[in-house]
């Protein structure tokens, strides 16, 4: 934790741009809250993982940066429409069928908490 911590506050200080975006990219990580709730045969230990990390990462965010917070709705309206893209490619799903704004609140992906027991029970994820 200390160590993102610290990459981040060095790539701010450096390239403020760079920055800019890879804390635009640690918001966009949230489709993952809606392919685990959609596509349970697919969950895996890196999908909650990736939630779990996503969401501590963000936290520190906006820990750090609490004028981000007045930003969040419309990051989480760019962010939602990157992820059905992805959301399309993964799960070979049209874009038509899935919600144009995201299903869930920032407040709501925040809180998610995906338990391990429901992991697809896959040979790799024994």
């Not at 429901?118 to 024994?126: S, T």
């Given at each position: 934790m200390v160590e993102i911590k610290q990459d981040l506050k060095k790539l701010y200080e450096k390239d403020y741009y760079n920055w800019l975006i890879e804390n635009i990219k640690l918001l966009k990580e949230k489709?993952?809250?809606y392919k685990w709730e959609n596509y349970p045969n697919l969950r895996s230990k890196i999908w909650r993982i990736s939630i779990?990390?996503?969401q501590d990462k963000i936290?520190?965010?906006l820990e750090e940066n609490p004028s981000l917070k007045s930003?969040?709705?419309k990051c989480l309206e760019d962010a939602w429409k990157d992820a059905t893209g992805w959301i399309a490619q993964e799960t070979d799903k049209d874009?038509?069928?899935l919600p144009l704004k995201s299903p869930y609140s920032f407040d709501e992906i925040m809180s998610f908490n995906p338990k391990k027991e429901?992991?697809?029970?896959?040979?790799?994820?024994?």
């Open positions: 489709d993952f809250v779990i990390t996503s936290k520190r965010l930003k969040i709705e874009l038509e069928d429901d992991v697809a029970k896959w040979p790799y994820n024994l």
